[in-house]
């Protein structure tokens, strides 16, 4: 049966089992006072999280309220470094419809470097080198070519640091 046909029967007669209906849906998301600023500070190659009022947590990326207190954030911005530390990782080896990466490539959760959520992104190493408490940096596109947007980060790199001591990242695994 298509979707034209209503009759409710199959050739035959039998009652009609399935029905396929492929929808789309075409959506025009307006980011908000929060995500706007955090998106044009992007752009200028700069990443600002916010400050939970009640406990000083810092959210990034902030979505305008903290979803543990239920309180709206203020206008404080808290300035980001790209540097983080690696909380945990995982390697994939199943292709993703949505994730046009050579495989096998390391999903990483980052600590950025003053904030207290976790970053979800992808780090360019050694299947072999990668751990927790590693040092990473993100690696930007061109700026040119920086856009309002989080793809401005291509992906995460290790630096030259130490590891960064489990206590100061423990919390997040
Ligand atoms: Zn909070």
Known sequence: ???HDTSGTEGDGSPVTVLRAPIVLEYEYSAGQSASRF???IAEGRLLGQRCPVDGRVYFPSRGSCPQHA???GDEVVELSDKGTIV???IVRVPS???PLELPYITVNVLLDGADTIL???LDADLDDVHMGMRVQAVWKPREEWTTSTENILFFRPID???ADYDSYKEHI
């Open 97 to 99: 419809k949505n994730i």
């Open 39 to 41: 998106l044009r500070a």
């Open 1 to 3: 049966m298509n979707a």
């Open 161 to 163: 640091e130490p590891d």
């Open 120 to 122: 979800m992104h992808v």
């Open 88 to 90: 945990t990782f995982s």
């Open 71 to 73: 309180v709206t954030f």
